[in-house]
């Protein structure tokens, strides 16, 4: 398993790639079956922001002050997608609005990921070194265990709740 921060979070963005591609292939009368991914989404997604927002974000914000900009942006498109997850982690796969909430949650996440592999790792790859990026990712993966696997854990809510009030 690679300790370089950037091949850790994109990882992560294959799997839940992955999982949105199963949602979407489902089919119309699948409930059952977009609801198991769905808990699955939400499990990667719940992970993959707190590392994101406990270890990368307010590193590269310290190291790389040039990248203030994009990493507020980031922690907006987390909280969104935050909201929706906990959202969705209410619901149940028969309700109304399951679907499209789910297909808003992937919309957003797949645009947030786009944007991280196309503009902001680059920058961050540049900026940072190879050994920053295998320190960072280090430490990312020792968090992982103890992350949240949930929306409505005590440490995904405050993290959410962080993320409207800094």
Known sequence: ????????????????????????????????VKGDIVKRILEEL???TYLENEVMYPEVRKLLPDLEDD?????????????LCAELATMDAGDERFDAKTTVLIENVTHHI??????WFPQVREGLGRKQ??????????????????????????????????
């Open 1 to 32: 398993m690679s300790t370089d921060a950037i091949v850790v979070l994109k990882d992560d963005h294959k799997k839940i790639k992955k999982l949105f591609r199963e949602f979407q292939d489902a089919g119309e009368d699948a409930t059952k």
């Open 46 to 48: 719940t992970v993959h």
């Open 71 to 83: 990493v507020l942006e980031s922690y907006e498109e987390h909280h969104v997608a935050d909201i």
């Open 114 to 119: 786009d944007e991280e592999e196309q503009d």
């Open 133 to 166: 990026l295998q320190e960072l990712g280090a430490r990312m993966n020792e968090m992982r265990e103890k992350a949240p696997r949930s929306p409505a854990q005590p440490s995904a809510l405050k993290k959410a709740v962080d993320a409207v009030i800094a």
